[in-house]
Nanobody, 118 residues
Framework: QVQLVESGGGLVQAGGSLRLSCAASGAIFRPNTMGWYRQAPGKQRELVASITTGGNTNYADAVKDRFTVSRDNAKNTVSLQMNSLKPEDTAVYYC????????????WGQGTLVTVSS
């Protein structure tokens, strides 16, 4: 089993920055993809950014040029540096681990709240 523990959420003013971190433990297999998703009130959960074991990244258009995802494969951690935050970035942010070889598996973190005030 894989466990994910997120940290770093909080309240920030528009234009500010926050850094989210997610630590994975347990049966971590490679290759894998780790990423961040978010869910705002009344909306569906959406991809924010993801990064593969090899370092390939994928970003939602809404966060390109503002957010940066990174990972440390040795420590099994993934981080999300969020700059120039906007009120519309307010959401619960979830870390996700996806095993990308058979048998495929997905694990979600418990979520961390990010609130951006205007």
């Amino acid at each position: 089993q894989v466990q994910l523990v997120e940290s770093g959420g909080g309240l920030v003013q528009a234009g500010g920055s926050l850094r989210l971190s997610c630590a994975a433990s347990g049966a971590i297999f490679r290759p894998n993809t780790m990423g961040w998703y978010r869910q705002a009130p009344g909306k569906q959960r959406e991809l924010v950014a993801s990064i593969t074991t090899g370092g390939n990244t994928n970003y939602a258009d809404a966060v390109k040029d503002r957010f940066t995802v990174s990972r440390d494969n040795a420590k099994n951690t993934v981080s999300l540096q969020m700059n120039s935050l906007k009120p519309e970035d307010t959401a619960v942010y979830y870390c996700k681990y996806s095993r990308t070889s058979y048998p495929y598996a997905e694990v979600w973190g418990q979520g961390t709240l990010v609130t951006v005030s205007s």
